[in-house]
């Protein structure tokens, strides 16, 4: 499945935080970074892992991870 023009955002931030820092973001430290409510980017993250492009574990933090190497 393909992504929309903000989807492939979330994603390339969360590609390069992880890169970056060696761990994932927190949902809140994406909420900070594309100024957003905090349902808004749950959806996001919600509408990426039903894709295939992320997995995740609720409630945790620091759980997101890339499934794959998927060029976006």
Do not use: C, D, W
């Not at 989807?7 to 890169?19: D, E, H, L, T």
């Amino acid at each position: 499945m393909t992504l929309t023009k903000t989807q492939k955002k979330y994603y390339n931030y969360i590609k390069k935080f992880i890169q970056r820092n060696g761990y994932s973001p927190t949902e809140r430290e994406i909420q900070k970074h594309f100024k957003r409510a905090p349902v808004t980017v749950r959806g996001a993250l919600t509408i990426l892992q039903k894709k295939g492009y992320i997995s995740r574990i609720p409630k945790k933090a620091r759980t997101i991870t890339l499934i794959g190497e998927k060029n976006v």
